[in-house]
C-alpha cells in the first residue's frame, strides 16, 4: 500500500513505513517487516510525507512507528530525519532500521542527528 494515497483513518498500530526501492534492493531486509506502507523520497517532498505522518498520529490510532529504508540512500535518510522530527514533537515509540545484506540494522536517533551535520562527523 502507498502511504500518501491511504486514508490516515485506516491505519493501525504500529506503522510501518518503508523506501519503495527496499523490496528490490534487499528483499530478505523486506520481509521482516510487518505489512509495511512504502513511500519515495525522490519523488515527494519529504514535508509533505512529514504532514501526512503528523497527521496519522493526530488521529491516535498509531503509538508505534517502524521506518525502514536501504543503506546509504541519500533520499531514503530523509525518512529517517522525518521520524526523528516528528519524534520531538509527538509523545510516540520510532524505531528506525537501514537493510543491509539481509538484516535490519536498527539505527538510533543520535546517529540520525549527526547525519545533518557533517561538520561534527568531520571531526
Given at each position: 500500500?502507498?502511504?500518501?494515497?491511504?486514508n490516515?483513518?485506516?491505519?493501525?498500530?504500529?506503522?510501518?513505513?518503508?523506501?519503495?526501492?527496499?523490496?528490490?534492493?534487499?528483499?530478505?531486509?523486506?520481509?521482516?517487516?510487518?505489512?509495511?506502507y512504502?513511500?519515495?523520497?525522490?519523488?515527494?517532498?519529504?514535508?509533505?510525507?512529514?504532514?501526512?505522518?503528523?497527521?496519522?498520529?493526530?488521529q491516535?490510532?498509531v503509538?508505534r512507528?517502524?521506518?525502514?529504508?536501504v543503506?546509504?540512500?541519500?533520499?531514503c535518510?530523509?525518512?529517517?530525519?522525518?521520524g526523528?522530527?516528528?519524534?520531538?514533537?509527538?509523545?510516540?515509540?520510532?524505531?528506525?532500521?537501514?537493510?543491509?545484506?539481509?538484516?535490519?540494522?536498527?539505527?538510533?536517533?543520535?546517529?540520525?542527528?549527526?547525519?545533518?551535520?557533517?561538520?561534527?562527523?568531520q571531526g
Amino acid at each position: 500500500m502507498q502511504l500518501m494515497t491511504t486514508n490516515i483513518c485506516t491505519f493501525k498500530d504500529p506503522l510501518v513505513i518503508c523506501g519503495t526501492c527496499l523490496p528490490e534492493m534487499d528483499q530478505i531486509a523486506f520481509n521482516k517487516l510487518p505489512n509495511p506502507y512504502f513511500v519515495c523520497l525522490e519523488t515527494i517532498h519529504m514535508n509533505m510525507v512529514a504532514h501526512k505522518i503528523a497527521s496519522i498520529i493526530e488521529q491516535g490510532n498509531v503509538k508505534r512507528i517502524i521506518l525502514a529504508s536501504v543503506d546509504k540512500s541519500p533520499h531514503c535518510i530523509q525518512l529517517h530525519h522525518i521520524g526523528r522530527e516528528l519524534n520531538k514533537m509527538f509523545n510516540i515509540e520510532i524505531k528506525n532500521y537501514v537493510a543491509k545484506q539481509g538484516e535490519l540494522i536498527e539505527i538510533s536517533k543520535e546517529t540520525i542527528g549527526l547525519s545533518k551535520n557533517l561538520s561534527k562527523l568531520q571531526g
